[in-house]
C-alpha cells in the first residue's frame, strides 16, 4: 500500500511540473482568465512595440525640398488707358517640405527677373509665391504636380517717352501645373507653368504666365 501511494504522488508532482506554467490575470474584478506564461510575455513585448512607435515623432518621415530654376514671364500691364505684354526672365528659388504625405507639399518660391530694358522702357519684377501642391507618380522616373496659393508681385515699369512711371505691389492667385523626372534617389530635373491673375482692381499688373525650368532637390 505504501508503494502504491508513493507512486500516486509522483505520477501527481510530474503531472505539476510538466504542465505549462499558468498564470492567472485578473479582470472586471472578480473574473479570471488563465494566460500562459509565453503568451502573457508576448502580449508584453506587443504593447511595448507599439508604444515605442507612437512615441517616434511624425516629423522623421517629413522630407525637405530645395530647388534652383530658370524662369520665365510674360506679363500684362495695364496703364495709362494702354495695355502691354511684356517679357522677362531670371532666376527661382524655392524651399518646401511635406505636409506630412510623400504626395502632398508646401512651398515657398522667390523669383527676381531682373531689370530688363528696351529702348525707352525699363522693367524690373520680382515675386514671392506660398503654394500647397500635390504630386504623384505617372510612370518610370515620371512625375506630375499641381499646386495653387498666393504670390506677391513687386512691378516696376516706365517709359520714359510716353510718361508713364508704374511702381506697384501686387497680391494674386496662383495656379501652378508641371512634371519631372527622377533622375537621383535626390535630385529630379522638370519644367512647370504657371498663371497669375490680380486680386485687386486698382493695379497695372493685371495677370500673367510664367514658365520654369526647375532642379530640385529632396532631403
Given at each position: 500500500?505504501?508503494?502504491?501511494?508513493?507512486?500516486?504522488?509522483?505520477?501527481?508532482a510530474?503531472?505539476?511540473?510538466?504542465?505549462?506554467?499558468?498564470?492567472?490575470?485578473?479582470?472586471?474584478?472578480?473574473?479570471?482568465?488563465?494566460?500562459?506564461?509565453?503568451?502573457?510575455?508576448n502580449?508584453?513585448?506587443?504593447?511595448?512595440?507599439?508604444?515605442?512607435?507612437?512615441?517616434?515623432?511624425?516629423?522623421d518621415?517629413?522630407?525637405?525640398?530645395?530647388?534652383?530654376?530658370?524662369?520665365?514671364?510674360?506679363?500684362?500691364?495695364?496703364?495709362?488707358n494702354?495695355?502691354?505684354?511684356?517679357?522677362?526672365?531670371?532666376?527661382?528659388?524655392?524651399?518646401?517640405?511635406?505636409?506630412?504625405?510623400?504626395n502632398?507639399?508646401?512651398?515657398?518660391?522667390?523669383?527676381?527677373?531682373?531689370?530688363?530694358?528696351?529702348?525707352?522702357?525699363?522693367?524690373?519684377l520680382?515675386?514671392?509665391?506660398?503654394?500647397?501642391?500635390?504630386?504623384?507618380?505617372?510612370?518610370?522616373?515620371?512625375?506630375?504636380?499641381?499646386?495653387?496659393?498666393?504670390?506677391?508681385?513687386?512691378?516696376?515699369?516706365?517709359?520714359?517717352?510716353?510718361?508713364?512711371?508704374?511702381?506697384?505691389?501686387?497680391?494674386?492667385?496662383?495656379?501652378?501645373?508641371?512634371?519631372?523626372?527622377?533622375?537621383?534617389?535626390?535630385?529630379?530635373?522638370?519644367?512647370?507653368?504657371s498663371?497669375?491673375?490680380?486680386?485687386?482692381?486698382?493695379?497695372?499688373?493685371?495677370?500673367?504666365?510664367?514658365?520654369?525650368?526647375?532642379?530640385?532637390?529632396?532631403?
Amino acid at each position: 500500500m505504501q508503494i502504491i501511494k508513493t507512486i500516486q504522488f509522483a505520477l501527481i508532482a510530474c503531472a505539476l511540473f510538466s504542465a505549462p506554467t499558468l498564470v492567472q490575470a485578473a479582470s472586471n474584478g472578480s473574473d479570471y482568465e488563465e494566460v500562459s506564461y509565453d503568451d502573457l510575455l508576448n502580449e508584453l513585448s506587443a504593447k511595448k512595440n507599439t508604444i515605442a512607435r507612437k512615441s517616434e515623432s511624425s516629423f522623421d518621415d517629413v522630407r525637405l525640398h530645395a530647388g534652383i530654376g530658370y524662369a520665365n514671364s510674360f506679363t500684362n500691364i495695364s496703364t495709362h488707358n494702354q495695355n502691354f505684354n511684356r517679357h522677362a526672365n531670371g532666376i527661382q528659388l524655392s524651399l518646401g517640405m511635406d505636409l506630412f504625405s510623400p504626395n502632398w507639399y508646401s512651398e515657398g518660391v522667390f523669383k527676381n527677373y531682373g531689370v530688363t530694358s528696351s529702348g525707352n522702357e525699363e522693367m524690373t519684377l520680382r515675386e514671392l509665391d506660398l503654394k500647397i501642391g500635390y504630386t504623384n507618380r505617372l510612370e518610370s522616373i515620371w512625375s506630375y504636380s499641381i499646386s495653387s496659393g498666393l504670390s506677391n508681385r513687386f512691378l516696376r515699369f516706365s517709359d520714359s517717352s510716353k510718361g508713364i512711371h508704374v511702381d506697384e505691389t501686387t497680391p494674386s492667385l496662383i495656379v501652378s501645373t508641371g512634371f519631372s523626372a527622377q533622375v537621383h534617389k535626390h535630385l529630379s530635373i522638370g519644367a512647370e507653368l504657371s498663371a497669375h491673375t490680380a486680386m485687386v482692381n486698382s493695379t497695372s499688373d493685371k495677370n500673367s504666365f510664367d514658365f520654369a525650368f526647375r532642379l530640385n532637390t529632396s532631403l
